[in-house]
């Protein structure tokens, strides 16, 4: 590396908000399975702890050294459906606490993975998780949730969906913080390193290291540079910049798997931005030429910046996966929470980005009285997009408060303004149930 790009790199740091946004081990609980649930949560806490037990102190040590922050580390597991299966159990809350249990001793920022994959119907322990959900979120504090309840293979399992609808209502209820750790997906990923959607596909390895990185704040600087100029020497800048930020993911993940002894798996080069001024996509779009985002024109704009910033990735890296692309969470962008509260972005706005972003309708908050059937069609309309795009979409709903109030959740999640939600009933459409068929690309076998 030459002078020149260690003074960039410098400059990425401390002007530009650039980190690494999370190093996650992924381990397998597959040898932890017991038909006696306590015995098996025994077994999870002590393996977790074993594997992960120095994943904070390395990566401290290569924070440090190269001078890059490292933001989180994180694990994830096996969906804890899969594990509680074995068991006789009528809840897996003794998993959840084994699980949180072991992210304290670790001292990791969370853990992923109480989780049900239900893309085409459920099995012994899925439904036994998801009524789990609401109470293991409620008292947990590092605990994550997740539930496939889409596929392009299997189409959308709707009677997850009306399920989910419920326990999302019902774990904003019982938790200031619960519904913020728990996200709902059509095409879900085994190696997603960021949360609260990352689990441990049962395809993966014993153990693995994922990094999740980011910079939209790199990208809007970078951007500055050429106001003006056409949309392929934006194209050809947002994609030179894409690589410098993974190769710095790749370096990390490297140093990281080679000090703790496993698998290196994926880089994730997801833009994920903050509540910080300076580390907003909205205002990597805006820089653009957007007067706000959310007018027309977003999606475009939004559609140019997911591109390049894959065809820089996979430039820089032979193991790009994860999620890879640009997140668009309501109240961990600043940018996003400025066009919601200017009127310019709404609910269906950020629906039709969803075609195009990394994931969803993300860290987005509705008003508390909003019905379970209305919060399901929601969950349905995102999956519907995913399935039929086949790409991974996902909802993340908190419904606290009423429209206009300003809900804070602090740290990496932020603030996010209440929004306005059609008031029309989906309940007839959500009581129907059932399974909504794989559209007929799905068959490519």
């Excluded at 820089?316 to 962008?333: H, K, M, R, T, W």
């Excluded at 972005?345 to 509705?366: P, Y």
């Excluded at 969950?379 to 419904?399: F, L, M, S, W, Y």
Aim: hydrophobic content about 45%; charged content about 20%.
């Amino acid at each position: 590396m030459d002078i020149r790009q260690v003074t960039e790199t410098i400059a990425m740091i401390e002007e530009q908000n650039f980190d690494v946004r999370t190093i996650t081990m992924g381990i397998s609980l597959l040898d932890c399975i017991d038909p006696d649930i306590n015995k098996a949560a025994d077994k999870i806490y002590k393996k977790v702890v074993e594997k992960a037990g120095s994943l904070v102190k390395v990566g401290d040590e290569i924070a440090a050294e190269l001078g890059i922050p490292i933001v989180n580390k994180r694990v994830s597991v096996t969906p804890i459906s899969i594990i509680g299966a074995a068991t006789d159990a009528t809840d897996y809350l003794p998993l959840a606490h084994a699980l949180d249990k072991a992210a304290h001793e670790i001292g990791i920022d969370f853990i992923g993975g109480f989780s049900a994959l239900v893309q085409k119907g459920y099995q012994k322990g899925d439904e036994i998780l998801i009524n789990s959900i609401p109470r293991a979120l409620a008292e947990t504090e590092k605990v994550c949730s997740s539930v496939n309840i889409g596929s392009t293979k299997s189409g959308i399992n709707m009677t997850a969906v009306a399920d989910m609808g419920r326990v999302i209502k019902e774990t904003a209820q019982l938790s200031d913080l619960g519904a913020a750790k728990l996200v709902v997906f059509a095409n879900a990923v085994e190696d997603n390193p960021f949360m609260a959607g990352a689990f441990h596909g049962v395809g993966e390895a014993d153990v693995v290291i994922n990094v999740g990185v980011s910079g939209p704040g790199v990208v809007k600087r970078a951007l500055e540079k050429v106001r003006g100029e056409s949309f392929d020497v934006v194209a050809e800048t947002v994609k030179k910049t894409a690589f410098k930020i993974t190769r710095i993911g790749q370096l990390v993940g490297q140093m990281a798997s080679e000090r703790l002894g496993v698998k290196f798996g994926i880089v994730d080069l997801s833009l994920a931005p903050t509540p910080a001024v300076g580390d907003s996509v909205a205002r990597v779009l805006e820089e653009m030429g957007l007067e706000a985002v959310g007018t027309h024109g977003t999606t475009a704009a939004l559609a140019l910046l997911n591109d390049q910033v894959k065809k820089g990735g996979i430039m820089a890296c032979n193991q790009v996966g994860g999620l890879s692309g640009a997140f668009i969470p309501v109240s961990e962008d600043e940018g996003m929470i400025a066009a919601v509260q200017n009127g310019s972005l709404n609910l269906e706005k950020l629906e039709a980005m969803t075609a195009i972003c990394s994931v969803g309708l993300d860290m987005i908050a509705i008003p508390e009285d909003t019905p379970h059937e209305t919060i399901a069609a929601m969950i349905a309309d995102e999956a519907a997009i995913g399935v039929i795009n086949q790409k991974t979409t996902a909802v993340r709903i908190i419904p606290k408060g009423k429209e206009g109030d300003m809900i804070e959740f602090g740290g990496l999640l932020g603030a996010a303004p209440v929004m306005r939600v059609n008031h029309n009933s989906s309940a007839d459409f959500i009581h129907r149930g059932g399974q909504i068929p794989a559209p007929v690309h799905s068959f490519k076998n």
